[in-house]
């Protein structure tokens, strides 16, 4: 167990729907960082936020968007869905600003299918 | 960050050790080489980094060869349980770097009985 949990474990929707991740990091981490994960790309880096502020951005679509709220929790918006959305969504958390020696913690993702 | 070649698959008998190699001939000086792994859908698991010298935890050991282009990830007794994907991956020293983890395709370590 990282200590990262994410919820919902799997998420079902229609294309055009919107829905929202949640990761609550390891106790104490100020980092968070969110992942995709499909067959074609690999895992890819969305971005990540350092207590409550964004701090780098990957490959974020337009139509994604994210948060890190004072306990420090964030939240991964998805809209506008498409078929090409459905992966597997990972959340990670670290205790720094993620310098070289940052470990990250991986939780055990949100499986988002769009139909 | 330098770029990493990985062997797409490999298989270990349960019990030997497994040496997973990597390729990374463009490092550069400051950047280090981390290894994680990911087991079948889980969130992948950090095991171990190395700037030059030769490194060892309980997971693993990670030898890095002198000129730093190549480095090779040991598994000294592998088990059912270490059948994952396996991603080395290099990176720039500083703060707010832990953000280009880039990911690479790995390789597929396939350990049997």
């Known amino acids: 167990d990282s200590g990262v949990t994410q919820t919902p474990k799997h998420l079902i929707t229609a294309t055009g729907q919107r829905v929202t991740l949640r990761c609550s990091p390891r106790?104490?981490?100020?980092?968070v960082y969110w992942y995709q994960q499909s067959l074609d790309q690999g895992l890819q880096f969305l971005i990540q936020?350092?207590?409550?502020?964004?701090?780098a951005k990957g490959n974020i679509l337009e139509r994604f968007s994210a948060q890190q709220f004072p306990d420090l929790h964030s939240e991964l918006n998805l809209s506008s869905l498409e078929l090409g959305d459905s992966a597997l969504y990972f959340c990670?958390?670290?205790?720094?600003?993620?310098?070289?020696?940052?470990?990250?913690?991986f939780g055990s993702g949100t499986q988002l299918s769009v139909l | 960050d330098a770029k990493t070649t990985q062997p797409p698959s490999m298989d270990c008998a349960e019990g030997r050790a497994a040496n997973l190699p990597c390729n990374h001939s463009?490092?550069?000086?400051?950047?280090?080489v981390y290894w994680y792994r990911q087991i079948h859908s889980q969130g992948p698991q950090y095991i171990i980094h190395?700037?030059?010298n030769n490194e060892t935890n309980e997971m693993a050991s990670l030898i890095i060869t002198e000129d730093r282009k190549s480095s090779t990830l040991i598994l000294p007794h592998a088990t059912l349980r270490d059948t994952a994907v396996y991603y080395c991956?290099?990176?720039?020293?500083?703060?707010?770097?832990?953000?280009?983890?880039?990911f690479g395709t790995g390789t597929r370590l396939q350990v049997t009985l």
């Open positions: 990670a958390s670290s205790g720094g600003t993620g310098g070289v020696f940052e470990k990250l913690f």
């Open positions: 106790s104490g981490d100020l980092s």
């Open positions: 936020y350092y207590n409550g502020e964004e701090r």
């Open positions: 463009t490092i550069s000086g400051n950047e280090y």
């Open positions: 190395g700037l030059k």
């Open positions: 991956i290099v990176r720039v020293e500083g703060a707010g770097t832990a953000s280009k983890l880039t």
